[in-house]
């Protein structure tokens, strides 16, 4: 069984965002209404457990209602990413009665930060677009990309998503790729300092504070950490947690073609002619994902918390060029004042 799917259903946005990771596809064409259904009987012939559909802005594809009504058949759970500006009350119920959860891009705790990311005028459609789910009972938890221009803004993003109604706020740093590609990257002390806010604020309001960039959740969420620690202990030597491409989830792009993630879209195989199970089975890029912690050289491969964690594969080799590389946006192991 694998876990989930990441599918960009389409490359299609309303928005240009400054650090979007899509430019490297976005050029790549949909799929028509009769190819994504011969897909998603793919996703139930393999027990895709959960389908998070995304893009580009999945609200554009017109067909969109057709592909939710035929996914809700065949999966457990569908997720929506968003940037929520699309939503309205015509369009709401749609989600409520499709989607288990929606996460919903927000830059900032203003419009002053938010839109300089997004666009003028979007902070205010965002904020509108939550309240809007969350009266409904949608379940809604925002995400923020971590930048040089918001990285103050942290623990007033968390205090808003908690006064929106919110029980979790998702936070990972930019990755250095599509439009954010050459801009630079945040140093471990500096990301330290952010998540260490976010969680802090977090376990003061009561909220759940979530992150792709686990070693975050390592440091600072002390059920996960307990969790590693008792994994460790008891199935030494395998493969926990950390980054799941071929292992538990795989990216799926809008044209068919299996990618190993949307930062590193690297051809796994294409579902439009090859059956999803012989690529799980075949693709050399999942294999190298599955025996790359036993082979990651630096700081990583001397962390105890290498099989649980291991950093982030795209983020490794877009910084360093190679994917057997330490994560050197990682404070653990490091020292931190």
């Not at 799917?5 to 430019?23: A, F, M, P, V």
Request: overall charge positive.
């Amino acid at each position: 069984m694998i876990k989930l799917c990441q599918w960009d259903i389409t490359g299609s946005c309303n928005l240009n965002c400054t650090y979007c990771r899509e430019k490297a596809t976005s050029s790549l064409p949909h799929l028509p209404l009769e190819g994504i259904k011969r897909i998603i009987d793919q996703f139930a012939a393999m027990q895709v457990k959960m389908v998070s559909v995304s893009g580009g802005e999945p609200l554009t594809l017109k067909f969109l209602p057709e592909v939710l009504a035929y996914l809700r058949d065949k999966v457990e759970t569908i997720g929506l990413t968003t940037n929520a500006t699309l939503i309205s009350q015509a369009n709401v119920g749609l989600i409520k009665e499709f989607c288990n959860g929606v996460q919903v891009s927000l830059d900032g705790s203003c419009a002053e930060i938010h839109d300089h990311f997004r666009g003028s005028g979007t902070f205010e459609r965002t904020i509108s677009s939550i309240r809007l789910m969350v009266e409904r009972g949608i379940n809604v938890m925002t995400r923020l990309t971590i930048c040089r221009e918001n990285i103050h803004d942290i623990q007033a993003y968390v205090r808003l998503a908690h006064s929106l109604g919110l029980k979790s706020a998702y936070l990972r740093r930019a990755i250095p790729t599509g439009n954010f590609k050459g801009q630079g990257t945040l140093s471990a002390q500096k990301l330290y300092s952010a998540f260490k806010i976010a969680f802090d604020t977090g376990h003061e309001l009561g909220m759940h504070i979530g992150s792709a960039d686990y070693f975050s959740q390592l440091e600072f969420d002390k059920k996960e950490r307990a969790k590693a620690e008792k994994n460790l202990i008891e199935k030494p030597g395998q493969l926990l947690s950390g980054c799941s491409i071929g292992i538990e989830a795989f990216y799926l792009a809008q044209d068919g073609r299996v990618l190993f993630c949307p930062y590193l879209p690297v051809y796994c195989g294409d579902m439009t002619k090859e059956l999803l199970s012989k690529i799980w089975e075949d693709s050399q890029m999942f294999k190298i994902n599955r025996n790359l912690r036993w082979n990651t050289v630096g700081k990583c491969a001397k962390c105890r918390f290498k099989m649980t964690c291991g950093g982030c594969p795209a983020y490794i080799f877009l910084t360093t060029g190679k994917l057997t590389e330490s994560d050197n946006g990682c404070w653990i192991n490091d020292p931190v004042d």
